[in-house]
């Protein structure tokens, strides 16, 4: 186990990996900044100055074969995250890679044969899995449909009298999305670069964390989207769990974007926005419990927080923007979506003090879970997950 600091270098310096990933690593007391990569001036400029990255270079190879570097955090876009992946490999380097790890199913299952070949500890980063919120939920419900335990209020109308159903205790999950589309880059609608829009940029998040809720290995999909910004997807599991996911682009930043349902054995885990988790029906867990926001600069409003206390904050926040022309403050008391933590347990799977936090192969399924959707919705029919 190495004591010191990992040195990362970060290969991609765009918005993304500003606002999280590079200052996220700059605090760590696991990591430093040892080198940022970009083909951008202005973006390497920015990582130096503002960051105090050590070093800035435009070549990914140099980077990576460079013998100080420890790990890799990969931030570029999709086209480009095949090439980097194949050289992190042949150096033997550990990565983090932003998701989705490719723009189609070849490249995808191309960067699994070489993580498999190289054996190294390889992240992706579908951050949800490491909110505080989203852990603990996760903890709560996968113990509650292993070892289920009834509330004793629980009432049951026909007792003995009640038929055996065979999908008796199978669970369900149910995500919405409430996303605002004008936020949107330019890449986002440019073919090219995102061929299947959201339903593969956004949706693999979604689609990792019923797996990992459900923990179950899903069979088949059917799908309905119109146009790019409303989608609706039905996901049907081995042993009888099913998730639904609804994403609607044409939304709003002054209201929560993401809700998580999950229901089984008589009991339901809610995760509101990663901003609160509810529970009910299962014995011995708490009703509620609120978690701390991130760049809360309205610390004196909405001091209940959780659900009505981001509420309020953001009201306040709205407020701010107008009177600033900045639509930029709107953001802040934002949830934990565990970005932060994503990276700091990646490091202790990397020193071996701590286990996988979403390795490749989670990673796959839930894209090709994506793809599924992708090609259900234009082919108006279900789809196996066999055929993806």
């Known amino acids: 186990m190495k004591s010191t600091k990992l040195n990362f270098a970060v290969i991609g310096c765009g918005m993304l990996a500003r606002m999280q990933h590079i200052p996220n690593i700059a605090n760590s007391?696991?990591?430093?900044?040892?080198?940022?990569?970009?083909?951008?001036?202005?973006?390497?400029?920015?990582?130096?100055?503002?960051?105090?990255?050590l070093n800035i270079g435009k070549d990914f190879n140099a980077t990576i074969n460079d013998p100080q570097i420890d790990a890799i955090c990969v931030a570029t876009t999709e086209k480009l995250?095949?090439?980097?992946?194949?050289?992190?490999?042949?150096?033997k380097k550990p990565v983090y890679c932003e998701k989705p790890l490719a723009r189609t199913?070849?490249?995808?299952?191309?960067?699994?044969?070489?993580?498999?070949?190289?054996?190294?500890?390889?992240?992706?980063?579908?951050?949800?899995?490491?909110?505080?919120?989203?852990?603990?939920?996760?903890t709560i419900f996968r113990s509650h449909?292993?070892?289920?335990?009834?509330c004793r209020w629980r009432f049951d109308r026909e007792g003995l009298k009640r038929p055996n159903l065979p999908?008796?205790?199978?669970?369900?999950?149910?995500?919405?999305?409430?996303?605002?589309?004008?936020?949107?880059?330019?890449?986002?609608?440019?073919?090219q670069q995102a061929p299947f829009g959201p339903m593969l940029f956004e949706m693999t998040h979604f689609t990792d964390i019923c797996n990992w809720f459900l923990n179950a290995e899903p069979i088949e999909v059917v799908a309905m989207e119109q146009g790019m910004l409303n989608h609706a997807v039905i996901v049907r599991y081995k042993t009888g769990e099913l998730a639904t996911l609804v994403m609607c682009a044409n939304g709003t930043f002054g209201y929560p974007k993401e809700l998580y349902e999950a229901f089984g054995n008589g009991g339901a885990v809610i995760v509101d926005h990663m901003l609160e988790v509810r529970t009910a029906g299962i014995e011995g867990a708490f009703a509620k419990r609120v978690y701390p926001m991130l760049g809360d600069c309205h610390p004196n409003i909405g001091t209940q927080?959780?659900?009505?206390?981001?509420?309020?904050?953001?009201?306040?926040?709205?407020?701010d923007a107008v009177a600033a022309n900045d639509p930029m403050k709107i953001f802040t008391a934002e949830p934990d979506k565990g970005h932060a933590h994503a990276l700091e347990y990646f490091v202790d799977e990397i020193n071996g003090t701590g286990p996988v936090v979403c390795g490749i192969d989670d990673a796959v399924m839930a894209t090709r879970v994506a793809f599924a959707a992708i090609k259900s919705a234009k082919e108006n029919r279900t789809v196996k997950l066999s055929e993806i």
């Open 29 to 53: 007391q696991k990591m430093s900044l040892h080198t940022c990569c970009d083909l951008s001036d202005e973006s390497l400029q920015i990582c130096k100055e503002r960051f105090c990255a």
């Open 81 to 91: 995250r095949l090439p980097i992946i194949a050289a992190a490999a042949k150096a």
């Open 105 to 138: 199913l070849d490249e995808m299952y191309e960067i699994q044969k070489i993580v498999h070949a190289a054996n190294i500890p390889f992240c992706v980063g579908h951050n949800r899995r490491s909110s505080p919120a989203m852990r603990e939920a996760h």
């Open 145 to 150: 449909m292993e070892n289920p335990k009834s």
């Open 167 to 191: 999908d008796n205790g199978k669970a369900a999950i149910s995500v919405r999305i409430n996303d605002d589309w004008y936020s949107w880059k330019a890449w986002v609608f440019d073919k």
């Open 305 to 319: 927080n959780g659900l009505y206390g981001w509420l309020e904050k953001k009201q306040a926040a709205c407020k």
